[in-house]
T-cell receptor, first 114, second 112 residues
Framework: DGGITQSPKYLFRKEGQNVTLSCEQNLNHDAMYWYRQDPGQGLRLIYY???????QKGDIAEGYSVSREKKESFPLTVTSAQKNPTAFYLC?????????????FGPGTRLTVT | QKEVEQDPGPLSVPEGAIVSLNCTYS??????FMWYRQYSRKGPELLMY????GNKEDGRFTAQVDKSSKYISLFIRDSQPSDSATYLC????????????FGKGTKLSVKP
């Protein structure tokens, strides 16, 4: 059953703590993306990766870090430097080439930082 | 001006109605246009994907792009209560690395 999994579904952290969100895909997609969604706002791109061991900053990368050691996995770390970390985080993947705009999303992780 | 604008609604229609959802965009370099459906607390689901201008139909859904007016539309025929969700439009510039620009989403409610 192919798809994208994100874990956990809900995550609670205290302010000042780093937290890592998991994203795994078995679609054999080369490209993976992290978006953030806030109430009343569209999705905003945090980081993306077109290939293993390479990634680029999106529009709102400050306070976040990623790694891409395996094709299937693209974890996102929300650091204590992120000023407003409470949000719904969505991971997506796609093939590369002209079909890269067909992005498929995981179920999301809702992060609450207090 | 936001690159992709979308009326947030909410939009409420009776079951069986034809629904029209719309977005406008400002960047004339956008060539790829997507519609996603997002149920509450779930990830977005890709509904329609179009390149450049024209219409694309898939079952009860029709996506329409008018590049001359920078207008994107999604039509839902014979709407069902299960269509109640937030609909997100997204656009991308050809040659970009795949990063999509999203509208804020329109919340649709289809009443039985």
């Amino acid at each position: 059953d192919g798809g994208i999994t994100q874990s956990p579904k809900y995550l609670f952290r205290k302010e000042g703590q780093n937290v890592t969100l998991s994203c795994e895909q078995n679609l054999n997609h080369d490209a993976m993306y992290w978006y953030r969604q806030d109430p009343g706002q569209g999705l905003r791109l945090i980081y993306y990766s077109q290939i293993v061991n390479d990634f680029q900053k999106g529009d709102i990368a400050e306070g976040y870090s990623v790694s891409r050691e395996k094709k299937e996995s693209f974890p996102l770390t929300v650091t204590s430097a992120q000023k407003n970390p409470t949000a719904f985080y969505l991971c997506a993947s796609s093939v590369t080439g002209t079909a890269k705009y067909e992005q498929y999303f995981g179920p999301g992780t809702r992060l609450t930082v207090t | 001006q936001k690159e992709v604008e979308q009326d947030p609604g909410p939009l409420s229609v009776p079951e069986g109605a034809i629904v029209s959802l719309n977005c406008t965009y400002s960047n004339s370099a956008f060539q790829y246009f997507m519609w996603y459906r997002q149920y509450s607390r779930k990830g977005p689901e890709l509904l329609m994907y179009t390149y450049s201008s024209g219409n694309k139909e898939d079952g009860r859904f029709t996506a329409q792009v008018d590049k001359s007016s920078k207008y994107i539309s999604l039509f839902i025929r014979d709407s069902q209560p299960s269509d109640s969700a937030t609909y997100l439009c997204a656009s991308a510039r050809g040659g970009s690395q795949g990063n999509l620009i999203f509208g804020k989403g329109t919340k649709l409610s289809v009443k039985p």
